[in-house]
């Protein structure tokens, strides 16, 4: 039994908080509505404590525990309930720090004004919170020096109940949780934190009833009627630390930011560099909370977290699109031409999230998706899926090139019932042979025999069968065996290259005059022609 908290205590109690919050880190996140259902709180406050058992780790002898404890928190802190934590542990050291070991009054007397200092560095302080829960473990150690019962163990048993029974009254505080049925997450994390420094110094754990009692389960993540949610659409949490700022700086930071946003927790930490502060809020402009910390002072480890998925806009009944992916300008302008949607491909290629993000902006109830290249199947696959849980119908079309996609298009019937109309898009994709010349760019060994740099190569379905040293010949070999086994039209996707696009013309013309011939233009620079047989 401990009858003041030493320097060792300090740091025990530390390392028990962490082991603690690291047992129930899972469980706050679960339990974690408000001020928005993003289910970190646990991790933050987790995140937080071991910053601060971090600090205390490599602290130098001559520093006080309470003072590395707080800085180590506070610079460290992440999330709303991290940083309020971190601001309480401020207010500990504050009164603590310098002092002789705190007996029960002492740590009575400071847990009361440290949770004072929380209400403050919250700009809009919501009953029913980690503040509320950190108020009455305050007045619950100062009643019980009150009462006589002075005894360090005494004191800190009382925060601890007084803590957990007002704990159990936020869900009559907040609609939020009492629509969730669940208890505040952050108030739940300090609970546990008082529990255990009782552990700390009396080697007894309190029993408590379990933080996920039967109406847990009733949880709801997202309630509409959550106050201070931010609005639906692009809402995200920002946090830095600012340092080179002067108090009046800070103030005048405090003021803009609540004016931006809401959730806003300031808090200022001596360092031996110079005083930082841990700001943290909830806004949906980012830009200008970053440039108001610019303008207080000098942020760093910025960090912005989106609060919630933007839900997609609900689609147009009755409205049929069709996605394609290409890979030029060109081919985007194309099939732009025949009222398809397109993601042109970029540094990073086409993603799922591409994909996704097009066929939800499409509108559409029902979208057929052309990926266009065989290596974005998968990708479109997923991306259907996705799109299908969003309330779409989604179909992919399996086409390997534009040609094929451009087979397709030519045969969609909004008319026809969605499915028939994959399927009829489907069989004329495969309908349609796909060739490519292109000009390789290193040595390998292809189906066709050996190629090296600078070699023109002609693929047909995606094996070489034609190395050549001019693309003219290639091509017009190419297209003889692709011609051989029939064919009644041909597409010709051209780069840039039009005296290609001209010479296969000509040959198509001269020695398979009864075939019907469709050029377009716009292929991308890395393909000088792509080839469709019907």
Known sequence: MLPALDDAAVGQWCRAAVETLSDFRGRLDDLNVFPVPDGDTGTNLLHTAEGALAALDSAGSGEPPWAVLARGAVLAARGNSGTILAQLLRGLADQLAHQPPADGPAFAAALRKAAESAYTAVADPEEGTFLTVARASGEAAVAAVDEGRTGLADVVLAAADGARAALERTPGQLAALREA???????????????????????????RPALDGPDRHRRRHGSEHAPHQPPPGPGSEVQYLLADADESSVARLHERLAALGDSLVVVGVDTPTGREWNVHVHVSDVGAAIEAGIEAGRPHRISVTPLAPVRPAAPVPGRRSVVAAVHSDGLAELFHTEGVRVVVCGADGVT?????????????????????????LPAASRAATRARQAGREVGVVPTRSPVQGLAAVAVADPERRFG????????????TRWAEVTVADQEALTSAGRCHPGDVL??????????????????????????????????????????????VCGHLSSAHPTIEVVRYGGGPSSLPLQIGVE
Do not use: Y
């Open 181 to 207: 049925g669940v208890v505040d997450a952050g108030g739940a994390g300090l609970s546990l934190v008082l529990d255990a420094l009782v552990r700390t110094v009396t080697g007894v754990h309190p029993a």
């Open 352 to 376: 799922e999230d591409d994909l996704f993000g097009e066929i939800v902006a499409s509108g559409g109830q029902e979208v057929a998706v052309l990926p266009n290249d065989a290596g974005l």
């Open 420 to 431: 028939d109309d994959v399927i009829a898009m489907a069989e004329a994709a495969a309908a």
């Open 458 to 503: 002609g693929s047909a379905e995606g094996d070489v069968v034609v190395i050549g040293a001019e693309l003219a010949a290639v091509a017009c070999d190419l297209l003889d065996r692709l011609l051989s086994a029939g064919g009644e039209m041909a597409t010709l996707v051209v780069g840039s290259d039009e005296a290609l696009g001209d010479a």
